[in-house]
């Protein structure tokens, strides 16, 4: 069975501080893909990034950066230099590569609710 | 600039009633999606369609049903509200495209529903 825990409920942070948001994830599949998610308080899902379980190198993109390691099934995402508009909430999710389309389904962990304070 | 649309962002029934939630999506996609989040639970699938009048199961379907009759419409059913289905229903959509799987989800705002 697949599964996503994202163990970090709420955190809070000053802005200009770094923070990285945990993911852990569990699955026997050799192919599988993983995301991230951001959720403003608009209540909209963003789509942030995909890895494929092949593909272990960290990606940066501006103050975003995720660390894929597979020996501990662990995806996580750090923010450097916080800013009050990364205040939302995050999720993590997986999905399994199939043979076949059984529909892209997604298995989201419980999300981290991320508060930057000014 | 795509676009995944709910009929409605917020919504009060009452216990019994016959609700229908509906999400339009603009992308052409194939696959379509209804989940319900709720605190420390994060989202939970419902029910999805990866063609039309196709439909499947999710992880809670219980109480719910689905109807996809257009490629770009899923319409999510709630038979006989209760307040236990107070909550946020989100509807997403993808492409299916191989590899399977790999194809990010586009979200529409949500629908917060109370139901009393």
């Known amino acids: 069975a697949q599964k996503v825990t994202q163990a970090q409920t709420e955190i809070s942070v000053v802005e200009k501080e770094d923070v990285t948001l945990d993911c852990v994830y569990e699955t026997r599949d050799t192919t599988y893909y993983l995301f991230w998610y951001k959720q403003p308080p608009s209540g909209e899902l963003v789509f942030l990034i995909r890895?494929?379980?092949?593909?272990?190198q960290n990606e940066i993109s501006g103050r975003y950066s995720w660390n894929f390691q597979k020996s501990t099934s662990s995806f996580n995402f750090t923010i450097t230099a916080s800013q009050v508009v990364d205040s939302a909430v995050y999720f993590c999710a997986l999905s399994r590569g199939t043979l076949n389309n059984q529909g892209g389904k997604l298995i989201f962990g419980q999300g981290t609710e991320l508060s930057v304070k000014p | 600039d795509v676009k995944v649309t709910q009929s409605s962002r917020y919504l009060v029934k009452r216990t019994g009633e016959k609700v229908f939630l509906e999400c339009v999506q603009d992308m052409d996609h194939e696959n379509m999606f209804w989940y319900r989040q709720d605190p420390g639970l994060g989202l939970r699938l419902i029910y999805f369609s990866y063609d039309v009048k196709m439909k499947e199961k999710g992880d809670i379907p219980e109480g719910y049903s689905v109807s996809r009759e257009k490629k770009e419409r899923f319409s999510l059913i709630l038979e006989s509200a209760s307040t236990n289905q107070t909550s946020m229903y989100l509807c997403?959509?993808?492409?299916?495209?191989?590899?399977?799987?790999?194809?990010?989800?586009?979200f529409g705002p949500g629908t917060r529903l109370t139901v009393l």
């Open positions: 890895r494929n379980s092949f593909d272990e």
């Open positions: 997403a959509s993808s492409l299916s495209r191989t590899p399977y799987g790999y194809n990010e989800q586009f």
